[in-house]
């Protein structure tokens, strides 16, 4: 069902909220403040057709227009038709660049032999903007001077109009999946949902998937509002717009520009001003609505928020075509680059992300899966789906041909009109091989509840399903994941499964024999074979099987609560603490103790106690942090227990229990869970005894861990007998980006701009030490420059997203562009000056007359056309750079719009029933 009939539509669409929210109609009209406007009206349809060297796409195929491209252009107006509607089409190149009038098209649509408005994009020429105006007198050249006379205004429109569009095929695409697979299978939401957000970059609330399989649906489509954002804010943009600040939901509002293709960038500032923008064109004859294109059937379905008016001031609709620019191809990649697939699999599907685009738009197209074998070349059809978390592979083109080990395959496709090439996949085939259980789970199935083992081979990348059968001869599916190239993880039902022997059945794609594993599953009820703690420690070891049902330990009076239960090599372990710690002090190595288990269920049962010898304790007494002066990072830490990964540690430490340190003695410094971990040593150069009861150790985080680890650190000594210490913590570890400069408007109100790189490590920024109003950065953000607030006393304050809970502070002091020139008063007739005038260039010219029209912008126009300057320079980035940009602040009084447009070359029109004005 597509998500634009009105079946799928709810009463109270809001399936482009974010685009209403982008729009921000809300935010500069009190009645809109009282009620914003969804997108759910429905418009009209435009049929337009995009040729390039022989090629022609229908425009929803065409992310980027380059010049030369010939555009035909078709309003679907139904054959009852009343009123008659003008068809405008106009080139812009740039906010502070007027276009020529001969950029201008127009056809009348009710004319009988319309056929369509064939357009031809200009060198020079940045965007492009369709128009529908109602006939009437004068409209034509109302339009033109409109556009003309605030370029800025439309092309901030324009792409503010281009990248709603966008955030809205990714929502419709999300809750067009929630609903068909909840008509289909709802069962299925739970594991298809985190796939679609992955692809899609939209979020979700993870607690409607604890719902019951019938109310997950209306869950994870409630909040449509806040669907789209990716930056973790529970308050949805539109209640946003009634509460923050104008300036803050302009960094937060959207974070779309094409080119990131998903990944949010807080920079556009001109979302919360469209309303404000178009309105200010209000005339008595018109008044200007956007237009948000839906992709259909290969054409834009407008959606409109606002009844069009055929009384004056009657309504144009404004609609933005894809900017005039270089093709940027999606930056798609594997979600596991090492990991191999099998070939053979009738549902392969090969896992990417980074690009919602691919699954939200048909901008790619023709993709395919090329590969060789067997001295054959082979091109397999893919479909990106986002349910699915990325590209299904159609396999019947291998006709039989079993790929290699580790045969690399690459997607190809084109972009737009552009061929790319995209990631690499290793695939292989399936083969016969023998599967046994993991070491450790010889012994380790229970019959009474559910049971996890391992199952090993050379490669399980083949798998199709996993089944056991147990003594009674019943049959079960199992539920498996892949753990390991080579290894499954099996979940086992074994609730109400019949202690003795369990054949476990693995099927492979391509192979028609199943493989048995023969095992046992045993009946057994709780046992508790010892409790081991060590002199001097508040924490011991339970051992034994079934410890899931102890609630608590006793010895000596001090009661032990469990802590989380692990399996090992058959046997259960369970940690126990006390919070009776001079109870537990009192016991001494060697004393022989007994100990009352209870129950869950009540009862009661003994266990024997050890304590071990005590074991090797340490204290930090000092530590000193040694930075990289040449790092240049520009971020003043203001925690003292933050530790640059380009900086070293010393850390001083005095021996406790034994109170002298041996040489054989190490320190283990790692990660809170593990991951990465390092061993300080005298042998090795980085432990350094001071006396025998003090030692100095050395730390390089980059060279022990390398670039992924970060967080809080521990340590802990390990001794000659390789016995353990307390963990014990030591610092934090922060990864720092590099920042360069930090540039800003005069315009308070406007966000500044923050160069770097490795930007990415950033969480947060806030104008203030308070972290007032703060702006989230995306997940991966791959940029170098990102928008941040207006330092309110001249500094920028951050939270790393390896420590978000320091506020620390950029070093770094904004540079402050100069103020824009005032508005020009109101010109006075052409008169020959006595003195020299003062050109636009600055420099004196006698002979130059000042113009005798009177400057009609206003000082508010001026404002929003610099800003949308400011704007544009960011979106448009890659189609600006070959052409420099005239200064925001040059006064259009003095501009003289005839010399541009004699020098600029016309484009060309085959309207079958107009020609250029």
């Not at 002199?535 to 469990?562: H, I, M, Y």
Request: glycine content about 6%; aromatic content about 6%; overall charge negative.
């Amino acid at each position: 069902m597509s998500p634009s009939s009105p079946q799928f539509r709810p009463a109270r669409l809001r399936t482009a909220v974010l685009a209403a929210a982008a729009f921000a109609f809300a935010c500069f009209s009190a009645r809109l403040l009282a009620d914003p406007a969804p997108f759910d009206l429905q418009g009209p349809r435009l049929e337009i057709k995009v040729t390039r060297g022989g090629m022609s796409l229908p425009i929803t195929q065409v992310p980027n227009l380059a010049v030369g491209d010939r555009i035909w252009i078709h309003p679907d107006f139904p054959l009852s038709q009343a009123a008659h509607y003008l068809l405008i089409a106009a080139f812009l190149r740039g906010s502070t660049n007027p276009p020529p009038e001969n950029w201008f098209f127009k056809a009348e649509t009710w004319d009988k032999k319309f056929t369509g408005l064939n357009i031809t994009v200009p060198e020079g020429a940045q965007q492009v903007i369709v128009f529908l105006a109602p006939e009437t007198g004068g409209d034509y050249k109302t339009l033109i001077g409109a556009v003309r006379g605030r370029p800025g205004s439309f092309v901030r429109a324009s792409q503010d109009l281009n990248q709603a569009s966008l955030d809205r095929t990714r929502l419709d695409t999300y809750l067009a999946a929630v609903h068909e697979i909840n008509s289909t299978d709802p069962t299925k939401l739970k594991a298809a949902t985190p796939l679609l957000a992955r692809s899609l970059s939209v979020q979700f609330d993870d607690k409607c998937l604890q719902e019951q399989p019938d109310l997950q649906a209306s869950c994870l489509t409630a909040k449509q509002d806040s669907l789209i954002l990716d930056d973790g804010h529970s308050q949805s943009i539109v209640s946003a717009l009634t509460t923050g600040s104008v300036g803050d939901l302009a960094l937060e509002a959207s974070y779309t520009p094409q080119a990131n293709y998903g990944y949010y960038s807080p920079y556009i500032s001109s979302v919360v001003d469209i309303a404000h923008i178009l309105d200010s064109f209000h005339t008595a004859q018109y008044q200007y609505i956007p237009g948000l294109a839906s992709f259909r059937d290969g054409a834009y379905e407008l959606k409109l928020n606002a009844p069009p008016s055929f009384h004056n001031p009657k309504s144009v609709i404004v609609v933005a075509l894809p900017p005039v620019e270089g093709s940027q191809p999606p930056p798609l990649h594997p979600i596991d680059e090492k990991q191999a697939f099998c070939a053979e699999k009738k549902d392969l599907v090969l896992p990417v992300d980074g690009a919602p685009l691919v699954f939200s738009t048909p901008y790619a197209h023709n993709l395919k899966l090329h590969l060789e074998s067997d001295g054959k070349s082979f091109d397999l059809p893919l479909v990106p789906d986002a349910a699915k978390g990325g590209f299904r592979v159609d396999t019947k083109s291998l006709g039989g041909t079993v790929p290699g080990p580790n045969t690399e395959a690459s997607v190809k496709g084109i972009w737009g009109f552009s061929p790319f090439d995209g990631p690499k996949f290793h695939l292989q085939g399936a083969r016969e091989q023998k599967w046994e259980l993991a070491s450790t789970d010889q012994n380790a199935l229970v019959v009474g509840r559910d049971d996890t083992i391992h199952l090993e081979a050379l490669d399980a990348s083949c798998v199709d399903s996993v089944e056991f059968k147990d003594a009674g001869g019943k049959e079960s599916k199992a539920d498996w994941k892949l753990s390991k190239p080579n290894q499954l993880e099996v979940k086992l039902a074994l609730k109400d499964a019949k202690p003795g022997e369990l054949t476990l059945i693995v099927k492979q794609a391509g192979l028609e024999k199943p493989e048995p594993i023969l095992t046992k599953a045993y009946a057994e009820a709780g046992h508790l074979d010892s409790f081991t703690i060590h002199a001097g420690d508040p924490n011991g070891l339970l051992k034994g099987s079934r410890l899931d049902e102890v609630a608590s330990l006793t010895v000596k009076g001090a009661k032990f609560e469990p802590g989380s239960l692990s399996s090992a090599e058959g046997s259960d372990e369970l940690p126990m603490l006390t919070k009776d710690t001079k109870t537990a002090s009192d016991f001494t190595a060697g004393q022989s103790l007994d100990a009352t288990a209870t129950l869950k269920d009540g009862r009661t049962q003994s266990v024997s106690v050890t304590v071990d010898s005590a074991r090797p304790r340490i204290a930090l007494i000092g530590k000193n942090i040694e930075s990289d002066n040449s790092a240049n990072d520009n971020i003043q830490l203001a925690n003292q227990d933050e530790l640059p990964q380009n900086s070293k540690l010393v850390f001083s430490i005095k021996a406790q229990s034994p109170n002298s340190f041996k040489r054989e003695d190490k320190i283990e410094v790692a990660t809170e869970d593990n991951s990465y971990s390092t061993v300080l040593s005298m042998g090795e150069g980085t432990l350094t005894l001071q006396d025998a009861s003090t030692a100095l150790a050395t730390l390089d985080p980059a060279k022990a861990f390398g670039g992924s680890a970060f967080g809080p650190l521990r340590f802990r000594i390990v001794d000659a007998n390789g016995d353990k210490g307390d963990w014990q913590p030591l610092a934090t570890l922060v990864r720092l980006p590099q920042f360069k400069t930090l540039n800003c408007p005069s315009d308070t109100t406007q966000p500044c701009k923050l160069s770097g790189s490795n930007l990415f490590l950033v969480g947060s920024v806030a104008g203030s030490q308070q972290f007032d109003h703060p702006v989230q950065v995306p997940d991966g953000f791959p940029g170098n420059v990102l928008p941040v607030p207006h330092p309110a006393g001249g500094q920028l304050f951050v939270k790393l997203r390896d420590d978000p809970s320091v506020v620390n502070q950029v070093t770094l002091t904004a540079v402050v562009a100069p103020a824009p020139a005032p508005a020009a008063a109101p010109a006075q007739p052409a008169v020959t000056p006595v003195n020299p005038v003062i050109a636009p260039d600055g420099k004196p010219r006698p002979d130059y007359t000042r113009p005798s029209t009177p400057n009609t912008t206003t000082s508010n126009s001026s404002s929003s056309t610099d800003n949308s300057t400011n704007s544009s320079s960011t979106t448009q980035s890659n189609s600006q750079s070959a052409q420099p940009q005239a200064s925001s602040t040059h006064s259009p009084s003095v501009a003289d719009p005839s010399s541009s447009s004699s020098e600029t070359p016309a484009a060309t029109t085959t309207a079958s029933t107009a020609s250029p004005q």
